[in-house]
């Protein structure tokens, strides 16, 4: 069984940034894609970034491309999202996912049969 947890959210002012971290134990780490999707309150949950199992590749939704960064540290099984810039539309619940799809598949939610529980971000204005 695969476990995720996250954790590092919170309240920030806009223009500000908040870095996540998503803990994942059980099965080989270093095997999985990780995603980061995002729910708003009255929204479909939507996709952030994705980062293939090796981290050679990684995918951004245009709304996010070049104010977060996907990483991963493979010895502590651990994936990052790094939110820099960050706009009262970037308020949200944040889930980080793990999941063994293929490459072209890693922008939908139905590539990660493994979800953690969530974390609140909240951008002020």
């Known amino acids: 069984q695969v476990q995720l947890v996250e954790s590092g959210g919170g309240l920030v002012q806009a223009g500000g940034s908040l870095s996540l971290s998503c803990a994942v134990s059980?099965?080989?780490?270093?095997?999985?894609?990780m995603g980061w999707f995002r729910q708003a309150p009255g929204k479909e949950r939507e996709f952030v970034a994705a980062?293939?199992?090796?981290?050679?590749?990684?995918y951004y939704a245009d709304s996010v491309k070049g104010r977060f960064t996907i990483s991963r540290d493979n010895a502590k099984n651990t994936v990052y999202l790094q939110m820099n810039s960050l706009k009262p539309e970037d308020t949200a619940v944040y889930y980080c996912?793990?999941?063994?799809?293929?490459?072209?598949?890693?922008?939908?939610?139905?590539?990660?049969?493994?979800w953690g529980q969530g974390t609140q971000v909240t951008v002020s204005s």
């Open positions: 996912a793990a999941g063994l799809a293929g490459l072209s598949r890693l922008e939908l939610s139905s590539a990660y049969p493994y």
């Open positions: 980062m293939s199992w090796s981290g050679s590749r990684t």
């Open positions: 059980g099965r080989t780490f270093s095997s999985y894609a």
